[in-house]
C-alpha cells in the first residue's frame, strides 16, 4: 500500500514544485536595457583646479568589441562605460568594459577592499599591459607610459561616481553601435567645446532626442557634467516613462586622496572665496550676475543614500542585460547639495562588490 501511495505523492509533490518554480519566475522582474550618465568627482591637483569633474555613459547591453568598435553583449557581460578624452592615442571616444573601467581587474572577485596610491598603479598597468598595450605601449625598457591612459582603467579608486539611469530598448541600443560603428573616431578634444560632457551630450541625444542642453547662464556656455546630469534629471521628472533613477558608485576606501563634489562653472566661483572676493571688488556687477545665475539655474541635489551600485547586478542573461538597481527617487532640481567630479582615475584583495543601500528622494 505504502508503494503505491508514495507514486502519486511524489507526483504531486513534483508538479507543486515546478508551479512554485513557474510563479517565483513569474515574480522575477524582466532584464532591460538602460542607459545612464556617469558624473564623475574631481580629483588631484586638476581636480581643485577644474572642479566640473568628468562625465562617461555606461550601456549595460552594449559592449565592445574593441576599445573602438562596439557591439551588443552577450550572456555574461556587464556592458560599457564610453567616453572622450584627450590624447590617448590619437582617438575621439574609447569605450572600457565596465569592471576594468572602474576597478582596473577583469572580475568583481579581484576588486580590492582598499587600495594605496602603489597598488592603484600596479592595478593599473597590469590592465594596461594585459589589454591596452595598443593605446599605451611601454616606454624604453618596459617602464609605464605617462599620459591619461590612465583615465581609462581603476576610475573608482580615485573618485565616487554619480549615475543618473533611463531605460532603453534594444532597437536604441543597434541604433546607438550603428552610428558610432560608422561615424570618425579622430581626436578633437576642446575644453569648451568638444569635452567630455559634450561627447555625453551627443550618445545620449542618440537615446533621449533633444533632452540634454547647454546653460548658457550658470555655465557661460560651457557643457559640464553637473548640467548634462540636472538635464537628465529634468527630462525624467518630465517623461516618467523612461524610469529615471540613480545609484552611487563610492570611491574605494585606501590612502588614496578623496575626491571632492562636483561644480559648474557659476558655482565654482560662487563657492570659491579666493575668486568670488577679488571679483566682488573689481567687477561687483559681473559677480552678482555670477550669484544670481548659480541661484536660478545652476543648482542639483543629490539623493541622500542612494542606492549603492553592485557591478555583479549587470551580468547579461540571455538575450538580455540587467540594469543597476533603480530607486526612482524623486529626483529634482535643488539648491545647495552636492554631486561629484573629473579627470583620470591596484595586490588586489578580494572584496565583496557594493551592495545596495536604502535610498532616499532627493530634496528640494
Known sequence: MSKHRSGPRRGRQARQIIALAILTLAMVPRAHSSVAL?????????????????????????????????????????????????????????????IPYLYAVDDSS??????????EFALRDAYRRAHLEALAPDRLHGLAPGGEWTQLVGSSYDRAIHGFQVDSTAEQDQRFIAIFNDRSNAAHFNLFFHNCADFSRVVLDIYLPHAIHRNFIADVGMTTPKQVA????????????????????????GSVPRSHPVDGVAESLVKS??????????????TGGVVVAYLADGRLKLPKNAVVFNVDDEVAEPGQASAPPPIHPALSDAPAGAP?????????????????????????
Not at 38 to 61: D, I, K, R, S
Not at 232 to 237: D, F, R, T
Not at 273 to 286: C, F, R, S
Open 230 to 253: 540636472r538635464s537628465l534629471v529634468k527630462y525624467g521628472k518630465d517623461h516618467p516613462e523612461v524610469e529615471m533613477s540613480a545609484f552611487v558608485i563610492p570611491q574605494v576606501p
Open 340 to 364: 561629484a567630479q573629473d579627470p583620470e582615475t591596484p595586490s588586489p584583495s578580494t572584496a565583496p562588490t557594493p551592495t545596495p543601500a536604502a535610498s532616499a528622494p532627493m530634496s528640494p
Open 38 to 98: 556617469l558624473m564623475e568627482e574631481p580629483y588631484g591637483q586638476f581636480g581643485a583646479f577644474n572642479p566640473t569633474g568628468h562625465a562617461a555613459v555606461y550601456l549595460n547591453h552594449v559592449c565592445a568589441a574593441s576599445p573602438s568598435e562596439l557591439r551588443v553583449c552577450q550572456l555574461g557581460e556587464y556592458g560599457v562605460v564610453i567616453s572622450r578624452y584627450h590624447k590617448i592615442a590619437g582617438y575621439d571616444w574609447i569605450a572600457i568594459p565596465i
Open 273 to 286: 572665496k579666493k575668486y568670488l572676493l577679488p571679483m566682488a571688488i573689481l567687477v561687483p556687477e559681473l
Open 110 to 119: 579581484e576588486v580590492p577592499l582598499s587600495v594605496t596610491k602603489e597598488q
